[in-house]
């Protein structure tokens, strides 16, 4: 099957620094693809849509300030926690849908904010 | 997208049928009935979809009530390995945008 990969697997940054997350279509070119925040013990949470070539759609009540969303090829998109505070600490994940909906996950990025 | 209920958890014994069902009384004719399954701290993966008719692959089998308004995912023979939370997700095969809106799955317990 396809392979969307994650990078880094988990990240500690200190409070008030910006983080990055990269998300890359290994076998396959994604015009979409699609950012998930999950916190302990509860479901995963759609923050945004990410757009080759264009600006991200965010889910209702995600700060487009806070988390960037960059889209600038057809195999990576990128996540960027700016200001990061212990609040933000969660598991975030990537996917893509290399033809119709079914789709593949990254294996996710541990954010830890100290 | 149409809301799903599954239980919050459920146990079987390693070797047996795992039954996993899924209530989703307010699906629409052109929804389709997904399956993904989340092993802890990692991304979900696709298990199975259908729309009317039972459908069977290598991982699982769909059984969908004749008025799809329930479903159920058996693992014919459940392993250690198939422990995991399983989210079942009703939305339309094409929509514009493959995005999708997970509730709160099955955990899923296999027992040796």
């Known amino acids: 099957g396809a392979v969307v990969s994650q990078h880094p697997s988990w990240v500690i940054c200190k409070s008030g620094t910006s983080v990055k997350i990269e998300c890359r279509s290994l076998d396959f070119q994604a015009t979409t693809m699609f950012w998930y925040r999950q916190f302990p013990k509860q479901s995963l949470m759609l923050m945004a849509t990410?757009?080759?070539?264009?600006?991200?759609?965010?889910e209702q009540g995600v700060e487009k300030d806070k988390f960037l969303i960059n889209h600038a090829s057809l195999t990576l998109s990128t996540l960027t926690v700016t200001s990061a505070h212990p609040e933000d600490s969660s598991f975030y994940i990537c996917?893509?849908?290399?033809?119709?909906?079914?789709?593949?996950f990254g294996q996710g990025t541990r954010l830890t904010v100290v | 997208d149409a809301k799903t209920t599954q239980p919050p958890s459920m146990d079987c014994a390693e070797g047996r049928a795992a039954n996993l069902p899924c209530n989703h009384s307010t699906i629409s004719g052109n929804e389709y009935v997904y399956w993904y399954r989340q092993i802890h701290s990692q991304g979900p993966q696709y298990i199975i979809h259908g729309l009317k008719n039972n459908e069977t692959n290598e991982m699982a089998s769909l059984i969908i009530t004749e008025d799809r308004k329930s479903s159920t995912l058996i693992l014919p023979h459940a392993t250690l390995r198939d422990t995991a939370v399983y989210y079942c997700?009703?939305?339309?095969?094409?929509?514009?945008?493959?995005?999708?809106?997970f509730g709160t799955g099955t955990r899923l317990k296999v027992l040796a």
């Open positions: 996917s893509a849908n290399p033809k119709g909906p079914e789709a593949f």
């Open positions: 990410s757009n080759e070539g264009s600006k991200a759609t965010y």
């Open positions: 997700i009703v939305r339309p095969l094409t929509s514009g945008t493959y995005k999708y809106i």
